[in-house]
């Protein structure tokens, strides 16, 4: 009795070392993935500070923002399931990322808002993508505005030639006397372009840029005020048709040495127009600091909500229009697999409220506009 006793006791022995190895290599496992989901939560929110100059892998962290959140729920999912709770307990500093994860996936519930008391400004922006998108894009792209009838039109990648060559573009210049335009020694190619309504008394650029990238200022009267809009189209990461196909082949197969070779290519390519696109902001941020006017910046920005280009802009005294208004995950570049929100609208918290944000999901280029209506306040 006393032997099988003994057997008892040495089989309830290694049960329970096996219980144990099984316990910690649960632990370990649950572990690991949550660690590294806790550091791309907390360095996307961080990207946000640093300027892609100082270092720039952490930017990759806002722009991959949209995947990392999708993957960090169902990590959450998972060890609710298993039972992960020193894990759960391990994500509790992502708490500080819930203001991005609005940025990028706002939930607006309220509707319209009314002032009737309030001069409105009602604003599109729109990459038009050099009306090459599509056949007799000038005309579509045309008739869409015209249908919405904006104050003010904020158009990048606008080639003159093209618009004026067309008859229902033709007709809509007529309606907007008034024009910024961004670089005449372009040769009518790729310009940013404003065109408004109401009187410009004062324009300029905002930021020289690089080639086609500009970003130039219109102060536009409304009644008794005097706003100064800025038209943006930061540099892009020139991703090409050649670029995506190079892309799309990586996940076919290719020999070590030749991905390499072509991540590096892409990442220096970013690396460059991440930094142009900082200077440019910062030439922006001066331009925003330098009038008493109220202010809208709005364009084609090339980068996403959770970034430093839109953290900088933003800043503490401006409001985002998908913010307030918009609902869920609004990308507004809309070539596969490039689904990004890289169009956005800014307005001064204390001088505006936004009645409305829409974003017309028409395919006549790489972008979708967006289409805003503001109030000044009183």
């Not at 006017?293 to 005294?317: A, E, Q, R």
């Amino acid at each position: 009795m006393t032997h099988c006793q003994q057997q008892k006791e040495n089989s309830c022995g290694k049960w329970q070392k096996i219980k144990n190895v099984i316990s910690a290599l649960k632990g370990l496992i649950l572990t690991v993935p949550t660690v590294l989901v806790l550091l791309a939560m907390l360095g996307a929110w961080g990207c946000r500070f640093v300027a892609p100059s100082t270092f720039m892998p952490i930017a990759y962290l806002g722009l991959g923002f949209p995947i990392i959140l999708i993957c960090y729920l169902l990590w959450i999912s998972i060890l609710i399931i298993f039972g992960g709770k020193k894990q759960l307990l391990m994500l509790l500093p992502t708490v500080i990322c819930f203001p991005i994860m609005w940025d990028t996936f706002p939930i607006n519930i309220s509707g319209e808002e009314s002032h009737s008391d309030s001069t409105n400004i009602k604003l599109a922006t729109y990459n038009v993508c050099a009306f090459w998108q599509v056949a007799d894009a000038p005309n579509l792209i045309a008739e869409m505005l015209t249908q919405e009838d904006p104050d003010i039109i904020c158009l990048q990648e606008y080639i003159d030639f093209r618009a004026n060559s067309d008859p229902k573009f033709s007709a809509l210049l007529k309606k907007y006397p008034y024009s910024t335009v961004g670089d005449a020694s372009l040769d009518s190619y790729n310009r940013v372009v404003t065109l408004s309504k109401n009187k410009i008394v004062q324009s300029g650029m905002a930021s020289k840029g690089k080639g086609i990238n500009k970003a130039i200022y219109s102060d536009i009267v409304f009644g008794n005020d005097t706003i100064r809009i800025v038209n943006a189209h930061l540099a892009s990461n020139h991703i090409s048709r050649t670029d995506k196909e190079e892309i799309d082949s990586l996940s076919h197969g290719l020999k070590l040495d030749k991905t390499k070779e072509k991540i590096n290519t892409f990442s220096k390519k970013m690396k460059d127009n991440y930094i142009i696109r900082e200077q440019m902001v910062n030439d922006i941020d001066s331009v925003r600091s330098s009038t008493k006017l109220k202010m809208i910046i709005c364009g084609d920005f090339n980068d996403v909500p959770v970034s430093y280009v839109y953290n900088t802009l933003k800043g503490d005294v401006m409001s985002v229009a998908n913010e307030e208004k918009g609902w869920g995950y609004n990308y507004t570049f809309n070539e596969a697999p490039f689904f990004f929100s890289l169009d956005h609208v800014l307005y001064q918290t204390d001088k505006f409220d936004c009645i409305y944000i829409k974003r017309e999901k028409v395919l006549y280029s790489d972008h979708y506009p967006s289409i805003v209506q503001l109030s000044i306040k009183q």
